[in-house]
Structures are given as C-alpha cells and as structure tokens.
C-alpha cells in the first residue's frame, strides 16, 4: 500500500474493524463498502451486467418509485466511482466511508477547510467517541481500533512510542502490541 506514496512524509495505515451491522450509520449518514479491485475489462463487464439486470427487471424497477429508483442509481454510481481501484492493489482489502452531505447529511459531522499537500479541501470529521452521541456507541474508536501500521520511515521507533502513548491515552487496550512498523524500506 506504502508503493503510491513519494516525499518524505511518514505514511501510516490504520485499521479498523467495523461492525457490520451498524445503527451509527444511520445516524452518521454513512455507507461502507468494499472497494473492487478490477481491470477496465472487469469494470466494463460489472457495468454491463448492471444494465442487462435493470433491462430484465424493468416492471419490478416501476413499482419502486421514482424517487427511490434515482437514488439507488446514484449510490450505484457513486460507490462505483469512490470505491474501484486497480486490480493492482487486490491486497490491500481496503473498505471505504461514503459520505455523501448533500444526500443525507448528519449534525455529528463537522466540516472544516483544511490545506493538504497544499491543497485546499473540505474535510469531513467522522466523530468516534461515544461521547459526542450514545447513538454512535458502536464505532467508538477504542472498540473498532484494530491495529496501525507505520509505512516506510527513517524514524520508525520514536513515531512507534508517540503513537503508543497517545492511544494509550484514548484508552486503546494493549496499544504496545496494536502498532506495528512495516518494515518496508524507503525508496529514494
């Protein structure tokens, strides 16, 4: 995962285990969805497949209703869009959050400009601490925290130690044995 990354900044990679099943959600207003990692052969035969289903399935699609159908389209299109990836990358198993503000918008998630890379861009703030609302307990960061991953570094042990306190610090149990350096040596 650490191969698309340059410059000289510390890549880490955090996981996290989210229930499947999540009433936080619905109160976030977000999807999760696998990415796909396919060929532009693969993508085009997956978007074909979708059109000869909604070709067979037209009577049934009427029933739905308009607005319910266009929404479903949108959602289709938009995990399309956010959630494909190169085939290349089938290793990694990532899982994405789809917040979609002008779809269904939550008053949890706070919104700030932020320059990245020296580019401006709004950034969503996804709340993990059930103390912000009981209706997010389940993804509470101390529960979904997996594991972190630090990439590629010249100063892996100091990062490992400043990671280790500050989970320490959020309440992450065993966080000592949750972050793992890579080992994955620096390209120039």
């Known amino acids: 995962m650490w191969r698309a990354f340059g410059g000289t900044a510390t890549r880490i990679g955090i996981v996290l285990s989210v229930p499947y099943n999540s009433l936080s959600t619905l109160a976030l207003g977000l999807t999760f969805s696998p990415v796909a990692y396919l060929s532009e052969p693969a993508a085009h035969k997956i978007l074909d497949e979708v059109i000869e289903n909604v070709r067979a399935n037209r009577e049934y699609l009427r029933i739905i209703g308009h607005d319910a159908l266009v929404g479903l389209v949108f959602m289709t299109f938009l995990s399309g869009v956010v959630c494909l990836k190169h085939e290349g990358f089938h290793e990694e198993r990532e899982w994405r959050a789809i917040y979609a503000p002008n779809r269904s918008s939550s008053r949890l998630i706070e919104s700030s400009t932020e320059v990245i890379s020296g580019v401006p861009q709004v950034v969503y703030k996804v709340p993990l601490d059930v103390s912000v609302s009981n209706q997010i307990a389940d993804l ?21 130690s400043a990671f280790v306190d500050e989970l320490t610090k959020a309440g992450v149990a065993n966080a000592a044995e949750r972050v793992l350096v890579s080992g994955i040596p620096i390209r120039a």
């Open 140 to 160: 509470d960061f101390t529960q979904i925290f997996d594991h972190l991953i630090i990439g590629p570094t010249s100063y892996p042990w100091p990062i490992y």
